[in-house]
């Protein structure tokens, strides 16, 4: 059985955990589908200031440095996504010990599914 976003409710116990896991998410989905342009447009950008001012910066080390600027912003949403903690047992959520699995639907270590609204050990209705 698995859960989604859309069913869970303020006053479920572990909302405010999901909802920063799905923040982080699309930090990253954003980083990462925006680094490319944003380095093309950052080096299109410098081009002129660079002629400006009379700077020997080339455009190739322009777009280096944006780029490398951008894929720093991948790296970390990603490592942030990575290390994001489970609500029920606080360890990294899709991290175990040498074994990352960013397309799991429950935690390594206690189990619980991706978005459940609270723990399904402690519901009735979950046991069945």
């Not at 925006?34 to 081009?47: E, I, M, N, R, Y």
């Not at 010990?97 to 209705?125: E, I, N, T, V």
Request: some cysteine; proline content about 7%; hydrophobic content about 50%.
């Amino acid at each position: 059985m698995g859960y989604r976003f859309d069913f869970l409710r303020a006053d479920h116990e572990y909302y405010a955990a999901w909802r920063e896991y799905r923040r982080l998410r699309r930090n990253k989905w954003v980083a990462l589908l925006s680094c490319f342009p944003a380095t093309v447009v950052a080096a299109l950008l410098l081009v002129p200031l660079s002629r400006a001012l009379k700077s020997d910066i080339p455009v190739a080390a322009a777009g280096l440095i944006a780029g490398i600027i951008a894929f720093g912003a991948v790296a970390i949403t990603h490592f942030r996504q990575m290390v994001w903690k489970c609500p029920k047992c606080h360890r990294p959520f899709f991290l175990e010990l040498f074994c990352y699995a960013p397309f799991d639907d429950a935690c390594r270590h206690c189990k619980l599914p991706l978005y459940a609204p609270c723990d399904p050990a402690k519901q009735d209705w979950e046991r069945a």
